[in-house]
């Protein structure tokens, strides 16, 4: 049953990307990927400054803007490869696409660091859950259905290291 709810939540992520890849402009994708980008970066530093009680670390910038610049690395070459093979739809869609699944672990890794900063908003908990499909075990639990594997406890192991 586990893995039954793991593949749903796995198609309904991949079509909600797929949709939006495929009907928003490639402008407003990198641009979202850019916003992401600045967010995630001023996030990650409060939580590490609050929680990890960590200063200044320019390490951990070096490498987030060497990721981000390798995401426009691959968009650019995913890009500039399709329109060689005179695949015109593609060579906008397949970026996008892309674009759209950074932009989503972005979110993503931005409310689990927002979580950690203010672990008693319900707010913040309840979109890192609806963002990570996590809904779907909140429901089960309500009727009483506890899927193995997937306990507070080890979800919250998760989310320190």
């Not at 009680?53 to 650019?76: E, Q, R, T, V």
């Amino acid at each position: 049953m586990e893995n039954t709810i793991n593949r749903i939540s796995d198609i309904v992520k991949i079509g909600w990307i797929i949709l939006v890849s495929v009907f928003a402009p490639i402008g407003a994708s990198i641009y979202t990927m850019s916003v992401f980008f600045v967010i995630n970066f001023f996030v990650g530093f409060q939580t590490d400054r609050i929680v990890n009680n960590a200063g200044f670390n320019l390490d951990k910038i070096k490498n987030g803007s060497m990721l981000f610049m390798l995401y426009f690395a691959i968009l650019f070459i995913i890009n500039v490869s399709m329109d060689l093979y005179g695949e015109d739809r593609l060579a906008l869609t397949i970026p996008k696409f892309f674009t759209w699944i950074a932009c989503y672990w972005y979110l993503v890794n931005i409310f689990r660091n927002a979580k950690l900063v203010f672990p008693e908003s319900e707010g913040l908990i309840f979109m890192y859950n609806v963002l990570t499909i996590q809904v779907l075990d909140m429901i089960f639990a309500r009727f009483g259905i506890k899927l193995k594997g997937n306990t507070d406890e080890e979800s919250e192991e998760e989310d320190h290291k």
